[in-house]
């Protein structure tokens, strides 16, 4: 005879790696850490103002 398996606590379980899985994913594709963030931004506000140095004015 098999094994007796609550369907609702399978179907719990399912949804649950389900949802880690997804986690993981979103983790690496948008998670940055502070620093990484802060660089970033630094870099980008280096770069306005190098860009608004070469402006021409008439």
């Known amino acids: 005879m098999g094994e007796i398996v609550n ?7 399912k ?6 899985r997804d986690a993981d994913a ?3 594709r948008f998670g940055r850490s502070k620093a990484e963030k802060k660089l970033a931004e630094s870099e980008k506000a280096l ?7 070469h402006k021409i004015d008439e």
């Open 7 to 13: 369907l609702n606590r399978f179907r719990k379980q």
């Open 15 to 20: 949804a649950k790696e389900t949802r880690e």
């Open 26 to 28: 979103n983790r690496i």
């Open 47 to 53: 770069a306005d103002k190098s860009l608004d140095g």
